[in-house]
């Protein structure tokens, strides 16, 4: 079956509409090309860049081993200790697993005790007569 051509429609506004289509299309075509070529150009100069940093790395590793390795000892050690501290969840205390809860808030009863004892001369000194307070 042939197709039916929009512009041959007879309608002057179908053409006018696949005209700025196809502009659009042209326009995003351009775009993305130039996009694609930016990024081209971008990707082989920092592929040079990361290049040249690994030579200088190498260098400064092969005319300092000792420095290298115990930098390299000191990352790794100080990466599984943050890695591990991430990775791990906290366990439950033996006093938290197998003391009753009375028991596991002892000291925070005998802090309490020992903040109200603070104020007690000054409570008792307001039921003395005076002159046992001189």
Same mark, same amino acid.
């Given at each position: 079956m042939p197709?039916?051509?929009?512009?041959?429609?007879?309608?002057?506004a179908?053409g006018?509409?696949?005209?700025?289509?196809?502009a659009v299309?042209?326009?995003?075509?351009?775009?993305?090309?130039?996009a694609?070529?930016?990024?081209?150009?971008?990707?082989?100069?920092?592929?040079?860049d &990361?290049? @040249?940093?690994?030579?200088?790395?190498?260098?400064?590793?092969?005319?300092?081993?000792?420095t290298s390795?115990?930098?390299?000892?000191?990352?790794?050690f100080?990466?599984?200790?943050?890695?591990?501290?991430?990775?791990?969840?906290?366990?439950?205390?033996?006093?938290e697993?197998?003391?009753?809860? @009375?028991?596991?808030?002892?000291?925070?009863s005998?802090?309490?005790l &020992?903040?109200?004892?603070?104020?007690l001369?000054?409570?008792?000194?307001?039921?003395?007569?005076?002159?046992?307070?001189?």
């Amino acid at each position: 079956m042939p197709r039916k051509n929009h512009r041959q429609s007879g309608n002057g506004a179908d053409g006018g509409l696949h005209d700025r289509v196809q502009a659009v299309g042209q326009r995003i075509h351009d775009q993305v090309s130039e996009a694609g070529d930016q990024l081209s150009e971008n990707y082989g100069q920092f592929r040079e860049d &990361a290049a @040249r940093r690994y030579r200088q790395a190498e260098g400064m590793m092969a005319r300092n081993p000792g420095t290298s390795i115990l930098f390299g000892l000191g990352l790794g050690f100080g990466l599984g200790l943050v890695l591990t501290t991430l990775l791990s969840r906290p366990e439950e205390t033996w006093a938290e697993r197998y003391l009753p809860d @009375r028991l596991r808030r002892t000291p925070d009863s005998l802090q309490h005790l &020992a903040d109200s004892l603070k104020g007690l001369p000054d409570r008792l000194s307001q039921y003395l007569p005076n002159q046992v307070k001189s």
